[in-house]
């Protein structure tokens, strides 16, 4: 009788580990990558990652060139209101080659902390792209990021070190709306071939938008730069609304830059000093 009391009561204590550790919010990154390697849905919420995310752990290589590889993940990969203590990249290498990740679903990391280093430099995304909300306590870049999704959100995001955007291409819409960047931004060269909403951004250091194409309308109102923001060479190919905003020097801010619809800018239709190129691009299209 005593052996059955104490293999009942080493039971008992058995479920119990067990059941703190499946209700555990700290958990590794193993954990669900093994499920992304077998093209598994990661669907995961309220929990603590505490090491290094590497989407290109996965290792299923495709040969795109000599000097470069894509790493396909096949599965949904989602993340709701979780903290990442460590980086989190989509870029990486193999043997000497770069590798780059292509995910065929979607990429959403919505209400997310991310406390390291945050890379989806070269990725390609298929599905939906969903930062909203999210913090990035250090660096954080998405150069030459493809998303083929009808809508990316950006919303409410907070930078607190440097985040570049630059020659990102969104082949919708991006919504960017009242996002705060402590530190410098880059959206040199990104296209979005939808619109491009960004009302109420709050930029406290440089906020470059240089070579920027925007396919549709370009919202910028009431947004803040605490130092002046450039859109040389930018192409609008509709309207461009800087409704409630206080801009000098405004032939260097729009120096180059090409306007298919209105011009907002302060309160009503820019003044006409300002010099915008407007039959630049009509007459390399014709």
């Known amino acids: 009788?005593?052996?059955?009391?104490?293999?009942?009561?080493?039971?008992?204590?058995?479920l119990s580990s067990c059941a703190q550790a499946k209700d555990s919010k700290e958990i590794h990154a193993s954990s669900f990558m093994k499920d992304l390697k077998k093209g598994k849905n990661v669907e995961i919420a309220n929990k603590i990652i505490l090491d290094d995310v590497d989407f290109t752990s996965i290792e299923k290589l495709q040969m795109l060139s000599a000097n470069q590889i894509q790493n396909v993940?096949?599965?949904?990969?989602?993340?709701?209101?979780?903290?990442?203590m460590g980086k989190v990249t989509a870029t990486g290498k193999y043997k000497s080659v770069d590798v780059q990740t292509k995910f065929n679903n979607n990429v959403?990391?919505?209400?997310?902390?991310?406390?390291?280093?945050?890379?989806?430099?070269?990725?390609?995304?298929?599905?939906?792209?969903?930062?909203?909300?999210?913090k990035f306590r250090k660096a954080a870049s998405f150069i030459n990021l493809m998303a083929w999704?009808?809508?990316?959100?950006?919303?409410?995001?907070?930078a607190e070190?440097?985040?570049?955007?630059?020659?990102?291409?969104?082949?919708?819409?991006v919504y960017m709306r009242n996002a705060i960047f402590q530190k410098s931004v880059s959206f040199q060269g990104?296209?979005?071939?939808?619109?491009f909403a960004a009302s109420g951004m709050k930029c406290a250091q440089s906020a470059e938008f240089d070579m920027l194409t925007v396919g549709q309308r370009a919202i910028?109102?009431?947004?803040?730069?605490?130092?002046?923001?450039t859109f040389i060479q930018a192409r609008f190919h509709d309207d461009a609304e800087f409704v409630g905003i206080t801009l000098q020097n405004l032939?260097?801010?729009?120096?180059?830059?090409?306007?298919?619809?209105?011009?907002l800018v302060g309160e009503s239709v820019a003044p006409a000093r300002l010099k915008v190129e407007q039959n630049l691009l009509q007459k390399q299209e014709n």
Not at 6 to 11: K, S, T
Not at 149 to 158: G, N, P
Not at 255 to 263: A, D, F, H, P, R
């Open 1 to 14: 009788m005593k052996i059955q009391k104490y293999v009942l009561i080493a039971l008992c204590v058995l």
């Open 73 to 84: 993940v096949e599965g949904n990969v989602c993340f709701i209101n979780c903290i990442f």
């Open 190 to 195: 990104m296209t979005v071939q939808g619109q």
């Open 220 to 229: 910028f109102n009431y947004s803040t730069f605490e130092k002046q923001p």
């Open 149 to 158: 999704t009808k809508e990316a959100y950006f919303s409410e995001i907070e």
């Open 108 to 134: 959403i990391f919505e209400n997310c902390d991310f406390r390291g280093d945050v890379s989806f430099d070269n990725a390609v995304v298929i599905g939906a792209v969903n930062f909203q909300q999210a």
């Open 251 to 263: 032939n260097e801010v729009f120096e180059n830059t090409y306007v298919g619809g209105k011009l």
């Open 161 to 173: 070190e440097d985040i570049n955007f630059i020659y990102a291409t969104f082949n919708g819409s």
